[in-house]
């Protein structure tokens, strides 16, 4: 009869063969848990580059932008054919990034505004295409000098006739999307924040016939270009207190466009008077530029104005279209 004395000596004796045969029990160890990678709230949006040449057909640079698309899949005819139903086709919004965000990841241009336009939400309020180029750290949208510290020394910007190397391939890439996508030209938005607020007003003055409406935050151009660009809808957005680019350098564009406007308007009272036809009232204008500063904002006057509502800008933008995508300045 087995009794508990010999079961105890029995499991002794094995514990004794296991060290014996080297077979320690060790303590289980448990694998720490793995790291999950937070989604990338960016991964839908896609990529796309364009080439820059030089005259002899050899490459000259590479730039890397990123296209925000809307939901809705857009009709083939309408990509096919510029004149097609306009129903079929939807705004793009060229968006210039800050100076924060040059580099060569093709992501850090949608730290503000433009990756938010590709939720669900912007998408279902307002379908678009959203071109957000990246600028290489080394270069600039607009060709002012950095020492020029964006006015603080009372010396502003002034306007290049040639395009920065990065600007030249922004404009071709916008010319590559509207060729390719369903894109309304008659509601082609531009917009820029800081070093892109610079950006948006040269690209105004490069290409004024094409935008339907321009959106400059926090920054600035040349006053002596306002005639080239005041038949185009401003909204100029700035912060009363931006230490980093002065709130002086968007009222004298402002001032100057408000100027130009109103020459441009009183011409063409001009001309109606004179003209054969009956005297008829002049068509109700909307004031040019619409103007805003946002206090206790400091630089980021673009977090307040990149929202829908009386308190943003992108009702009003999107509110705008160009009565016809051939008219020229």
């Given at each position: ?6 079961l105890l000596?029995a ?7 296991c060290?014996a045969?080297?077979?320690?029990t060790?303590?289980?160890e ?5 790291t999950v990678?937070?989604p990338?709230?960016?991964a839908?949006i896609?990529s796309?580059e ?5 005259p002899?057909g050899t490459?000259d640079?590479?730039y890397?932008?990123r296209?925000?698309?809307p ?9 096919a ?5 306009a129903?079929?086709?939807?705004p793009?919004?060229?968006?210039l990034h ?10 850090a241009q949608?730290k503000?505004?433009?990756?938010a336009?590709?939720s669900?939400e912007f998408q279902?309020?307002?379908?678009c295409y959203?071109?957000?180029?990246q600028?290489p750290?080394n ?5 002012f000098?950095r020492?020029?510290n964006?006015?603080?020394e009372g010396?502003?910007a002034?306007h290049h006739?040639e395009?920065?190397r990065?600007?030249?391939a922004l ?7 509207i ?6 030209p008659?509601?082609?938005y ?6 892109g ?8 003055v490069?290409?004024p016939e ?14 002596a270009t306002?005639?080239?660009?005041a038949r185009?809808?401003?909204f100029?957005?700035?912060g009363t207190?931006d230490t980093?680019?002065?709130?002086e ?7 100057a466009?408000?100027a ?11 001309k109606?008077?004179g003209?054969a036809?009956?005297p ?7 004031p040019?530029?619409m103007?805003?500063?946002?206090d206790?904002?400091?630089h980021d006057s ?6 829908f ?7 009003w933008?999107?509110?705008?279209r160009r ?5 020229t300045?």
């Amino acid at each position: 009869m087995t009794t508990l004395h010999d079961l105890l000596a029995a499991c002794a004796a094995l514990c004794v063969g296991c060290v014996a045969f080297g077979q320690e029990t060790k303590p289980i160890e448990v694998a720490p848990p793995e790291t999950v990678a937070a989604p990338d709230p960016f991964a839908k949006i896609a990529s796309g580059e364009t080439v820059l040449k030089k005259p002899d057909g050899t490459v000259d640079a590479t730039y890397r932008y990123r296209l925000v698309e809307p939901r809705m899949e857009p009709r083939a005819e309408a990509i096919a054919d510029p004149n097609s139903d306009a129903r079929a086709r939807v705004p793009l919004i060229v968006f210039l990034h800050g100076s924060g965000e040059r580099g060569s990841d093709n992501r850090a241009q949608l730290k503000h505004f433009a990756g938010a336009c590709a939720s669900d939400e912007f998408q279902t309020r307002a379908p678009c295409y959203v071109l957000a180029m990246q600028c290489p750290a080394n270069e600039t949208w607009m060709a002012f000098a950095r020492e020029l510290n964006y006015g603080k020394e009372g010396k502003f910007a002034t306007h290049h006739e040639e395009p920065t190397r990065a600007m030249r391939a922004l404009m071709q890439a916008i010319d590559e999307i509207i060729a390719t996508k369903a894109v309304d030209p008659t509601r082609v938005y531009l917009t820029g924040l800081s070093m892109g607020g610079f950006g948006a007003f040269d690209l105004a003055v490069r290409r004024p016939e094409l935008f339907a409406a321009v959106v400059p935050i926090c920054g600035g151009g040349d006053p002596a270009t306002a005639a080239s660009i005041a038949r185009i809808p401003f909204f100029i957005v700035h912060g009363t207190d931006d230490t980093v680019v002065p709130v002086e350098n968007s009222r004298r564009m402002r001032e100057a466009i408000a100027a130009a406007a109103a020459e441009r308007a009183s011409a063409e009272r001009e001309k109606a008077r004179g003209s054969a036809d009956a005297p008829r009232p002049m068509p109700k204008r909307a004031p040019n530029p619409m103007y805003r500063e946002y206090d206790k904002v400091g630089h980021d006057s673009w977090t307040p104005a990149y929202r829908f509502g009386d308190d943003g800008v992108l009702d009003w933008m999107f509110a705008q279209r160009r009565i016809s995508p051939t008219s020229t300045p």
